[in-house]
């Protein structure tokens, strides 16, 4: 079992995908209604295609929709693959060995056995990240066990787990307590009573700690996530097993029917899905995900609501901000930082980077939400929104233009707002970083390549059913992948790579990466 994609990669990715050169793999999504996808353990495959120079090649393939890893899930197959009935049995009985041994129910069953226990009894294996019952103890004498579990601490289960930080993997990033209970709070001031939690298992907590605690706010939550091990904490009413980029439950009907309860009670009022998927350019399959959890949120609305939407959270960088805008026009982003407990990197104050590039992204409206000042916001009048301190209101622009948190300045030649680092310059006639090459970028737009624009403007990007999803992690490994194998070829055939060549690549693509991403 795993979680993909690892944020910090995801900001290199931004920064990097193009350096690293133009090659990518898309998503695509078949507009046949009838059309079925092979399954790996993680449910439905997606369909991907490799796209080099814009142009695709021909031959698609289906691979895990959760695992960017092949070591984690290492299904495979042409699209246009005939399997033998050998080979498809064979990966049936593999898909079935993949599931977790204990049913959603049998899980619950443990928990209500292990909550009954005297506490010098509640034992927790942290090797097998497993609540032990008594009978289980022996198997487990070799491995390291926290004894006494108190109930308080069965309500924190990310802080029992381990977060999965595996970068290859698991990216498992928990919110800080500052930006968790910002959030909690937040959603109880927007007056919402039930959190559907996509990928969120420390805001599900903290929204249960609070509702089960004396404050009393009575807000709801489910639990969708990948992550099995939440399993052995919640009832069935209060967890999924799921997987978001293919929008596959786990349990089957049973968990779907918990979730479409859940969207519809009170016929779809006051409700909010709030997510914070791993990061890594899997923006549309997320997009196709929510919007069919949309659609089932729907279903339970009268007629005349039929122009309501629902209420979403999706936290992601800032700079998806075109990307996720493209598939959900209705989304503006928030000024607030979201912190990160494990993640040096994404936490205020450290070396590096000093402020989080995380977002909330939402159809909630802007101007109904109080960011709190004394963690550095202002309330801009004029906007009549939330902004963050540095992010003044330039009056030509008439708006608050900063995305970063930085200042940003006016251009009256480009008569725009941008990056403080940015100067303009007369031969390219736009600003850009100084010391940028002039000529442009040489690889051109990572998804159609004519070069004139980037990935993020890209206008082939906007065709419906035409996905255009850049998985660039994917295509970054791969494309090391084939370098090292290339050079390593050469080197047994005796002509390996002469360094000046190396080096000449090098700056083609530095050059190419000051041009797409400052
Ligand atoms: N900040 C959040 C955690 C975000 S980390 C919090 O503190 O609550 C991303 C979460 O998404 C993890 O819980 C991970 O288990 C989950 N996840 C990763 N891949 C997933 C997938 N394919 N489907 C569903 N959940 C996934
Ligand atoms: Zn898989
Ligand atoms: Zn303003
Ligand atoms: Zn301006
Ligand atoms: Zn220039």
């Known amino acids: 079992m795993a979680s993909p994609r690892d944020r910090l990669e995801a900001v290199e990715a931004e920064e990097g995908a193009s350096r690293r050169g133009c090659l990518g793999v898309e998503v695509v999504f078949p507009s046949d209604p009838a059309f079925s996808a092979p399954l790996c353990p993680h449910g439905p495959t997606l369909l991907?295609?490799?796209?080099?120079?814009?142009?695709?090649?021909?031959?698609?393939?289906?691979?895990?929709?959760?695992?960017?890893?092949?070591?984690?899930?290492?299904?495979?197959?042409?699209?246009?693959?005939k399997l033998s009935e050998t080979r498809l049995a064979a990966?049936?009985?593999?898909?079935?060995?993949?599931?977790?041994?204990?049913?959603?129910?049998?899980?619950?069953?443990?928990?209500?056995?292990?909550?009954?226990?005297?506490?010098?009894?509640?034992?927790?294996?942290q090797r097998c990240q497993q609540l032990l019952l008594p009978d289980e103890w022996g198997r487990h004498r070799e491995h390291q066990v926290m004894g006494d579990i108190s109930i308080?601490?069965?309500?924190?289960?990310?802080?029992?787990?381990?977060?999965?930080?595996?970068?290859?993997?698991?990216?498992?990033?928990?919110?800080?307590?500052?930006?968790?209970?910002?959030?909690?709070?937040?959603?109880?001031?927007?007056?919402?009573?039930?959190?559907?939690?996509?990928?969120?298992?420390?805001?599900?907590?903290?929204?249960?700690?609070?509702?089960?605690g004396d404050k009393k706010s009575n807000i709801k939550s489910l639990l969708l996530d990948i992550d099995f091990r939440y399993s052995q904490f919640y009832m069935e009413d209060s967890f999924c097993h799921y997987n978001m980029f293919n929008h596959h439950f786990f349990d089957g009907k049973a968990a779907l029917e918990v979730c479409r309860a859940f969207l519809q009670e009170d016929e779809g009022e006051g409700v909010i899905m709030v997510t914070d998927p791993p990061f890594g350019g899997l923006v549309e399959p997320l997009a196709v995900t929510f919007k069919k959890l949309i659609a089932m949120w729907k279903e339970g609305q009268s007629q005349d609501d039929s122009h309501k939407e629902l209420p979403i959270f999706w936290i992601f960088p800032y700079f998806f901000e075109s990307r996720i805008c493209q598939f959900f026009p209705s989304f503006c982003m928030l000024d607030y930082q979201v912190d990160y407990d494990n993640h040096a990197l994404y936490k205020h104050g450290k070396t590096g980077r000093k402020q989080s590039p995380v977002r909330i992204f939402t159809n909630v409206p802007r101007n109904k939400i109080i960011l709190p000042t004394e963690e550095g916001y202002r309330f801009c009048p004029l906007?009549?929104?939330?902004?963050?301190?540095?992010?003044?209101?330039?009056?030509?622009?008439?708006?608050?233009?900063?995305?970063?948190?930085?200042?940003?300045?006016?251009?009256?030649?480009?008569?725009?707002?941008?990056?403080?680092?940015?100067?303009?310059?007369s031969i390219c006639n736009r600003c850009a970083l100084p010391g940028h090459s002039c000529e442009g970028?040489?690889?051109?737009?990572?998804?159609?390549?004519?070069?004139?624009?980037?990935?993020?403007?890209?206008?082939?990007i906007a065709t419906p059913k035409r996905a255009n999803n850049t998985l660039f992690f994917r295509a970054v490994r791969k494309q090391k992948q084939r370098k090292s194998n290339k050079m390593k070829m050469e080197t047994t055939k005796g002509q390996s790579m002469n360094h000046t060549s190396v080096t000449r690549k090098k700056k083609r693509r530095e050059r190419a990466h000051q041009y797409l991403c400052s």
């Not at 990310?158 to 919110?175: D, I, R, V």
Request: hydrophobic letters at 30%; glycine letters at 4%.
């Open 48 to 81: 991907f295609v490799k796209v080099s120079q814009g142009k695709e090649e021909t031959r698609r393939f289906y691979a895990c929709s959760a695992c960017r890893d092949r070591k984690d899930c290492n299904f495979f197959q042409w699209e246009d693959e």
């Open 91 to 125: 990966r049936e009985a593999h898909n079935r060995r993949c599931q977790p041994h204990l049913s959603r129910r049998q899980c619950v069953e443990r928990y209500l056995k292990f909550i009954e226990l005297p506490l010098t009894q509640r034992k927790f294996c």
């Open 383 to 425: 906007c009549q929104r939330y902004v963050s301190l540095e992010n003044q209101h330039c009056e030509h622009c008439n708006s608050c233009t900063s995305k970063d948190g930085r200042k940003w300045n006016h251009c009256f030649l480009c008569k725009k707002c941008v990056k403080p680092s940015w100067i303009h310059c």
């Open 441 to 460: 970028p040489k690889d051109g737009c990572f998804i159609c390549g004519e070069l004139d624009h980037k990935r993020s403007t890209c206008p082939n």
């Open 152 to 212: 308080t601490q069965l309500r924190r289960p990310s802080q029992l787990l381990y977060p999965l930080e595996n970068k290859k993997a698991n990216a498992q990033y928990l919110f800080a307590d500052r930006s968790c209970q910002f959030l909690v709070d937040l959603l109880s001031a927007l007056g919402f009573r039930r959190v559907l939690c996509v990928g969120t298992p420390r805001l599900h907590e903290l929204i249960m700690l609070t509702a089960s």
